[in-house]
Structure formats: structure tokens, C-alpha cells
């Protein structure tokens, strides 16, 4: 069973068209440590927890006004059962979670070679971060059912946009939230009633039919003894 905490988490509320952001407290286990003990997920989850996790970074954007997260990895990233929320790195209460991130072995996966040592990050670092969290989870997460192949250039494609080396602007991540959204939106689609009705009907048909036949045959096999 994974470990679940308590740990001081940031909120984010949108109003009049300014985001708030909300301190809180709440259990719950990394995104990266769920995944290690719980690997098989709904698809439609996953697609979830990634449209949720573009979301919040964009607010998080909108409420520091260039202040860069600096932390996008798995490790940063608390599933509650509401959802996804991103860790608060300012508060003490983090602090043995944090120094786990702040290890060469963790911050090396998720950030530019040329940048694993640096202490001050820039919004390319944590695009660059969020490109790689998201190619993390991608591998760690056994989906059901499983990528289409359609979903899966959507993510190549997502995770090239966050990894590649042009210098980015905060429209370039509202574009990846908006990609994630629509794989996470995408519609099932739900065979017409009328069309189940006639498929049960034709199977219904189909058993008499048959039922007809093999009570004949038993008929038959009586008379000519």
C-alpha cells in the first residue's frame, strides 16, 4: 500500500479573471509513488489526472506573474481523492519530500543536463520539467485500456513542445493544457439505443430459430425409430 501523508499543498482559484492562490493541508501520496504501488489505471483517469496537472501550472503562472515553480516532477505533484494539486515548496512541512527532489539522481531526470546544478530556474527549466513528469508518467502508467496510436503521437507530440529548445511563453503551456484537455474530453462513443435494441432483437430471433430446428430434429428421430 502507498504512503499516504499529509502534506501543505497550494490551491488555485479563478476570479474575475485573476487566479488566487490558497494555502492548505491535505493527505496524500506523490503522483510518482502511487503509480510505483498502483501502475494499472482507467485510461480516462490518467488523461484526467494530465489535463489537471496542465491546469494547474497555468494557474500557477497566472498567480506568481514569472515566478517559476522550479519542482515539476511526479514527486511534487500530491494525488488527494479530489484530484491532483501541486505541492507547496515554501512550506517546512515538505521538507523531507523536497530534499528527496533536491537530489542530483531525481532533479537529472527531470531537468537539462546543463541545468541540474543550477539554483535559479526559468520558465523554459520548468517546461522542460513538465515535458518530462508527463513522459514519466506516460511510462510508469499501465492505462486500460491502452494508448491508441493516435493518443500516442498526441503525447509525443506534447512532450516534444515542453522538451524541445525554443525559448517558450506562458501561451506555449495554455497550449499544452489545451491539448491535454482535449485527450482527456474526448468523447466514447455509446452505440444508439434503437441499434442495441435491433442487435438483441436479431439474437433473440437468431436462438429461436435454432431452438426450432433442434426441436424438429428431435421430432424427427422419434418418428423414425
Not at 85 to 96: G, M
Not at 200 to 218: D, E, H, K, P, T
Request: hydrophobic residues 40%; glycine residues 6%.
Amino acid at each position: 500500500m502507498e504512503q499516504r501523508c499529509e502534506y501543505a499543498v497550494l490551491r488555485f482559484v479563478d476570479k474575475n479573471g485573476y487566479c488566487h492562490m490558497i494555502h492548505d493541508y491535505v493527505e496524500g501520496t506523490s503522483l510518482a509513488q502511487y503509480l510505483k504501488v498502483h501502475p494499472k489505471t482507467d485510461k480516462t483517469i490518467f488523461f484526467g489526472w494530465l489535463a489537471k496537472i496542465g491546469a494547474l501550472a497555468v494557474q500557477f503562472y497566472k498567480w506568481k506573474d514569472g515566478e517559476c515553480f522550479g519542482y515539476f516532477n511526479p514527486y511534487a505533484i500530491v494525488l488527494t481523492e479530489e484530484g491532483p494539486v501541486f505541492l507547496d515548496t515554501k512550506d517546512e512541512e515538505n521538507e523531507e519530500l523536497i530534499g528527496f527532489m533536491q537530489k542530483k539522481s531525481v532533479r537529472s531526470f527531470f531537468m537539462r543536463p546543463e541545468r541540474v546544478l543550477s539554483l535559479k530556474m526559468t520558465f523554459d527549466d520548468d517546461m522542460y520539467s513538465l515535458g518530462k513528469t508527463i513522459q514519466f508518467l506516460a511510462a510508469k502508467c499501465v492505462t486500460v485500456p491502452g494508448f491508441t496510436r493516435k493518443e500516442e503521437r498526441s503525447l509525443r507530440r506534447v512532450i516534444s513542445k515542453c522538451t524541445d529548445k525554443r525559448e517558450k511563453e506562458l501561451k506555449d503551456l495554455k497550449e499544452i493544457h489545451r491539448e491535454l484537455k482535449k485527450l482527456s474530453d474526448k468523447e466514447v462513443k455509446i452505440p444508439e439505443k434503437g441499434h442495441n435494441r435491433r442487435r438483441i432483437l436479431g439474437a433473440a430471433a437468431f436462438l429461436i430459430i435454432v431452438a426450432v430446428i433442434i426441436v424438429s430434429a428431435r421430432g424427427g428421430n422419434k418418428a423414425s425409430t
